[in-house]
C-alpha cells in the first residue's frame, strides 16, 4: 500500500523556536494532505488541510500564523509551529487520501513535539 | 456529518474473537465506514472498510446491518500485538474530507 513518511519523528525545541514537520508521500501523488494534533489518550483533531498549490484550509480554532502549512509539491507538505510554547507540546500527524479507495487514508508514523 | 458512538474500553483474552460495536445513527446515504488501529505513539492504521452487509479481508470482519446505523468489526483470535486503540468512521471523500474522529475504543488483550 502507499506510504506516508513524516519527519522528524521527535523534536525537542525551546519555547519561542519555530519547529518544521515533513509529510511525504513516497510513491504517490498526494493533492491533499491532512495534518492532526493527538493529545495523550485522546483522539485526532484536524487541524487543517493542505492542498497542493494553494492555501490550507484550517479548521475553526487553528491559528493559521501559528501553523504555517506549505504544500509546495504533490509529495511534500509542511508544517511549521511558529514562535513555540510548552502548550503546543503534541503529537501531530498527516495523512493523505487513497484517490483509488473512498474513505481509506494513509497516515505518517507521528511527531512528537515538546517545548521546553 | 455522522457521529460516532464506540465503547471506551475493552478487554479480551488471547485467541479469542473480539467484536467491538459502532453506532452511527446519523450516517448519509454516501457514507463509508471505515475502521482504523493506532498504537501508541504511531498514526493510524486502515483496517478495513465497508459500505453494507459484510466485508471480510485477512485481518478482519466488518458486519454492518441493512439500516446501517451501526457496524461490529469483528478480530479473529486476538494476540496481544491487537491491544491498540481501534476507531470508527463514517465519511465520504471529498474536496473537503470530512472526517470526525471519535475517543475510539482502548482495546486490551490479555495472556
Known amino acids: 500500500g502507499a506510504v506516508v513518511s513524516q519527519h522528524p519523528s521527535r523534536v525537542i525545541c525551546k519555547s519561542g523556536t519555530s519547529v518544521k514537520i515533513e509529510c511525504r508521500s513516497l510513491?504517490?501523488?498526494?493533492?491533499?494532505m491532512f495534518w492532526y494534533r493527538q493529545f495523550p489518550k485522546k483522539s485526532l483533531m484536524l487541524m487543517a488541510t493542505?492542498?497542493?498549490?494553494?492555501?490550507?484550509?484550517?479548521e475553526q480554532g487553528v491559528e493559521k500564523d501559528k501553523f504555517l502549512i506549505n504544500h509546495a509539491s504533490l509529495t511534500l507538505s509542511t508544517l511549521t509551529v511558529t514562535s513555540a510554547h510548552p502548550e503546543d507540546s503534541s503529537f501531530y500527524i498527516c495523512?493523505?487520501?487513497?484517490?483509488?479507495?473512498?474513505?481509506?487514508?494513509?497516515f505518517g508514523e507521528g511527531s512528537r513535539l515538546t517545548v521546553l | 456529518l455522522a457521529k460516532t458512538t464506540q465503547p471506551i474500553s475493552m478487554d479480551s483474552y488471547e485467541g479469542q474473537e473480539v467484536n467491538i460495536t459502532c453506532s452511527h445513527n446519523?450516517?448519509?446515504?454516501?457514507?463509508?465506514i471505515t475502521w482504523y488501529q493506532q498504537f501508541p505513539s504511531q498514526g493510524p492504521r486502515f483496517i478495513i472498510q465497508?459500505?453494507?452487509?459484510?466485508v471480510t479481508n485477512e485481518v478482519a470482519s466488518l458486519f454492518i446491518p441493512a439500516d446501517r446505523k451501526s457496524s461490529t468489526l469483528s478480530l479473529p483470535r486476538v494476540s496481544l500485538s491487537d491491544t491498540a486503540v481501534y476507531y470508527c468512521?463514517?465519511?465520504?471523500?471529498?474536496?473537503?474530507?470530512?472526517?470526525?474522529w471519535g475517543a475510539g475504543t482502548k482495546l486490551i488483550i490479555k495472556p
Open positions: 468512521l463514517v465519511g465520504l471523500q471529498g474536496s473537503n474530507y470530512q472526517l470526525i
Open positions: 493542505s492542498n497542493e498549490g494553494s492555501k490550507a484550509t484550517y
Open positions: 495523512s493523505a487520501p487513497d484517490r483509488g479507495r473512498i474513505g481509506e487514508l494513509f
Open positions: 510513491d504517490f501523488q498526494a493533492t491533499t
Open positions: 465497508g459500505y453494507k452487509t459484510k
Open positions: 446519523n450516517i448519509a446515504t454516501n457514507d463509508y
